[in-house]
């Protein structure tokens, strides 16, 4: 790309360095098979195994218990993880750890799983208050004073990327508000990514976790430049959202190449072991790069229409409720969103069109915006994606209430590369409402 490294010039007040956090990962068919190994390696002797209601159910779990048992190390599972966390789950995650009186943790599932583990781990180790570690404004945001024991992350999705971040994402009940937990410690130590768990997916959910991926990669690579993100007074404040940088660049780019090559394929094709394969690899990557960079608009709006849906219910997800899958919420979003941020680096936008496989020969700066949308929108027309947030029962009347549930996420709203008004938000709901 010819677009970085004016992006990274130095600004005023800006930082003046970035961190890499590269995270120890295995990644191949078959490496399940690894669990037992890898947990006496980190020494492990009785492990709380996190997953939820619907993977146990699948081989996955056999294979990584069968593991764990011919290494000679004791387990107890938690089965109880809720697809969209709260605090109350994560409370109850939480105390099950604290009785099991592990030494470490496994999990095994989609980001709801790992999310809990990390939460459950969390409390455990330090316990204190539910809000002590929240994100700020929400909650106290104090750092977590020190390593928590080792956990094992097996990913069963290719998409939310968390077996590479340290990240915890749940919806705070009291509020209605989704926020999450956030340091470096919460991490897992490391990760699994066997591709033959994601043969038995459903195409809605490969789509749907899918485009999480691809909104992860498109959002690190369109963030604020790190030099331009306010420096903090110290060095160990700088926070894992630090904005675009070198580094996340790389290896946003690398996935976005693998996704544009492959998300169709694996989501149209659940024969095609290859391209379930390389969409496993491509979102841990995505992870890794968000999580060395952070998101911004497109996750930061999800948070509220995940939480004012009222009918939908998408295919293959719990039934009970009205639910929008995560990566849904995000990436409908996402075409809206590029149309405005392409002004403020559009060489930027082009690029990550071209990895997507758009035609860019021609296209002008001011062309940016509308050539990436345009290419997004070509994805979610090419798996049957709903077309807009209309499509899951928004209309120009929810516009009010879309804003107010998606403005108090600044921390991921001022990663944007261009200031945000409320009007602006309003306008980005809207432009999101309806592509086709
Ligand atoms: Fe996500």
């Known amino acids: 790309m010819g677009c970085c490294h004016h992006y990274f010039a130095p600004a005023e007040g800006g930082d003046n360095a970035f961190t890499i956090d590269a995270s120890t990962l295995t990644f191949g068919a078959g490496c399940l098979r690894e669990a037992g190994e890898q947990a006496r390696g980190l020494g492990m002797k009785r492990v709380g195994i996190y997953t939820d209601a619907g993977v146990k159910k699948l081989p996955p779990l056999g294979t990584v218990t069968g593991s764990l ?85 097996c990913p069963t999705t290719a998409g939310t990327g968390s077996e590479a971040t340290g990240i915890a994402i749940f919806d705070l009940l009291a509020m209605k508000a989704k926020t999450g937990i956030q340091s470096r410690h919460l991490k897992p130590t490391t990760g699994l990514i066997d591709p033959e768990v994601t043969a038995t997916l459903p195409s809605t959910i490969v789509a749907s976790t899918g485009f999480d991926a691809m909104s992860h990669a498109l959002e690190t690579l369109t963030d604020i430049s790190y030099a331009r993100r306010a420096r903090q007074p110290r060095g160990s404040a700088r926070p894992p959202s630090q904005g675009a940088n070198p580094f996340s660049d790389m290896v ?127 994805f979610m027309q090419a798996t049957r994606f709903p077309g807009g947030l209309g499509s899951i029962g928004f209309t120009e009347r929810d516009l009010d209430a879309l804003v107010e549930g998606a403005w108090p996420q600044q921390r991921v709203i001022k990663n944007a590369p261009r200031e945000v008004s409320r009007d602006d938000l309003r306008e980005l709901f809207r432009g999101a409402l309806a592509y086709w």
């Open 69 to 153: 048992k011919a290494a000679g190390i004791d387990y107890a599972i938690y089965d109880e993880v809720r697809v969209e966390p709260t605090d109350a789950s994560f409370t109850a995650a939480a105390r099950f750890a604290a009785d099991g009186k592990f030494d470490g943790f496994l999990s095994l599932g989609g980001g709801s799983v790992m999310d809990t583990c990390k939460a459950a781990n969390l409390y455990s180790t330090y316990p204190a208050d539910f809000l002590t570690y929240v994100n700020a404004p929400i909650g106290g945001g104090q750092p977590i004073s020190g390593p928590l024991k080792p956990h094992i992350a």
């Open 252 to 378: 946003a780019f690398e996935s976005l190449g693998l996704i544009g090559k492959y998300l169709v394929r694996a989501v149209n094709d659940p024969a095609d072991t290859e391209a379930r394969a390389e969409m496993m690899y491509a979102a841990t990557l995505a992870g890794i790069a968000f999580g060395n960079a952070g998101c911004h608009l497109p996750h930061g709006m999800s948070y509220a229409v995940s939480g004012l849906v009222r009918e939908y219910r998408a295919p293959h997800y719990p039934q009970h409720e009205p639910f929008v899958p995560h990566g849904m919420s995000v990436v409908l979003n996402a075409p809206s969103v590029y149309r405005f941020t392409a002004s403020a680096c559009p060489d930027r936008h082009l690029d990550a069109a071209q990895r997507l496989g758009a035609d860019v020969r021609g296209a002008t700066p001011a062309d940016a915006g509308e050539v990436l949308a345009g290419q997004i929108i070509r």
